[in-house]
């Protein structure tokens, strides 16, 4: 079956596909590096899809949900048929049936081994389609194209780009319905009042109505409450080391990451540009930056390095201060940025800390740095949503949720909700 392409990406309209092709394809794991990838396939051929570019290591028939491992060949000539490079190598992969018309594809995370299996598989009528606009209930077994909400859809594209399980966590309540549950909770009683008003009957009474109508607001404060963790969900939260030179914090890079990433040395000045490494804190996605130090310097270069260090530090999630027993920190009024206050080489201390909310450090010995992890963590996460929360994931939904605070009539009410769901 073909369809017209989209010659600027390779793929077709998707939005077409969906209403006019039963038969798909998506990647369902998100971009970047990984060791595995999922692409789904469904439709009513999307088995004999499968099969004529795949061959399992075992001749066993196939049953639901089992783990077949095999090779993929890509599809096989037809006799008399040499239009296929049949020199092309095979793809060690695992396929597995979630239903008689959905099925897995588990490769290699790489690139080109997702762009060879989804090629293939558009060589034998399956079409690609971006990830929100997959057409089936990926998560479960039933079968058949479904209806979903614009909600549904916003949540699974965050979903595959999740870095974390943490943050992926989040984003799974949301294709479960969390947020739609809500709204479509609030929708059944805003419908339900404009409904009665518009046949001039009573709603209960004015007092019932208010006290409806104050506890949509208070849920919708307590929703965008969640807002800052749910819209960054695929993005790291951005931590920036600053402090004067050589006070450490290339080293506390490197106890931080676990590995060498920055250069270390006892001259200071030695990190001049910006670096970047990225890691994992109790389930954040964190990406480290470590700046050249800051302070007065005729160098041109040096002058520049300070100068990211500065724009780096203005527009970061979380600064850490660094200093140490002889190196006061660097305080600017000026920079409206969470910040913790961090003493390395705390093993230098010969007198008495006054200051009691200093983290001490030993970036050389690893000393205060899981006390260090744990306030990133604290500070970055403080508001984290517990399981099952509605949380919004997007700029539209927020938009969507301040615009309910500001309502007050069913009407209105009725009309943002279904905004907020269907868009």
Request: charged residues 25%.
């Amino acid at each position: 079956m073909s369809s017209k392409k989209n010659s600027s990406d390779g793929k077709t309209n998707s939005h077409k596909a969906v209403r006019s092709v039963p038969d798909v394809c998506t990647l369902f794991t998100g971009a970047g590096r990984s060791a595995i990838a999922v692409i789904g396939v469904a439709g009513p051929q999307a088995g004999e899809a499968v099969m004529r570019c795949f061959t399992a290591a075992s001749a066993r028939e196939l049953k639901l949900n089992e783990i077949r491992y095999g090779d993929w060949h890509g599809p096989k000539p037809s006799v008399g048929d040499e239009s296929e490079d049949a020199s092309i190598p095979s793809e060690s992969i695992v396929v597995i049936m979630r239903d008689s018309q959905q099925w897995e594809v588990h490769c290699h995370g790489g690139s080109a081994a997702i762009q060879r299996i989804i090629a293939d598989l558009n060589k034998v009528g399956i079409t690609s389609v971006e990830n929100e606009d997959w057409p089936y209930p990926w998560w479960g077994a039933a079968a058949g194209p479904m209806t979903t909400s614009r909600l549904i859809r916003e949540a699974t594209a965050v979903l595959t780009q999740c870095q974390t399980v943490r943050t992926a966590a989040v984003a799974m309540d949301q294709v479960r319905g969390a947020l739609q549950d809500w709204a479509i909770k609030w929708l059944n009683v805003a419908d339900r009042s404009a409904i009665l008003r518009a046949a001039e009957k009573r709603v209960d009474n004015v007092e019932d109505t208010a006290a409806c109508l104050d506890d949509l607001h208070r849920e919708v404060r307590e929703i965008l409450a969640y807002a800052p963790i749910g819209v960054r969900l695929t993005s790291p939260f951005r931590v920036v080391l600053s402090g004067r030179p050589n006070v450490g914090k290339s080293s506390l890079i490197n106890a931080i990451l676990g590995y060498d990433r920055s250069i270390a040395t006892a001259v200071a000045g030695t990190t001049r540009d910006v670096l970047h490494a990225e890691t994992v804190i109790d389930g954040l996605p964190i990406r480290l930056t470590d700046t050249a130090g800051i302070h007065d310097s005729g160098e041109s270069i040096e002058r520049e390095g300070i100068s990211r260090a500065m724009r780096e530090a203005s527009t970061a999630d979380l600064v850490l201060a660094i200093q140490t027993p002889d190196t006061p920190t660097i305080a600017d009024p000026a920079l409206q940025v969470p910040r913790i206050d961090v003493l390395n080489k705390s093993d230098l201390i010969e007198a008495e800390l006054t200051e009691t909310d200093l983290i001490q450090t030993v970036a050389t010995t690893g000393e205060g740095i899981d006390e260090l992890l744990a306030a990133i963590a604290n500070r970055l996460a403080g508001t984290f949503p517990p399981p099952k929360s509605a949380v919004p994931l997007n700029e539209r939904q927020v938009r969507c949720l301040e615009a309910l605070l500001d309502a007050s009539e069913p009407r209105q009410l009725t009309a943002v909700l279904k905004e907020l769901i269907s868009g």
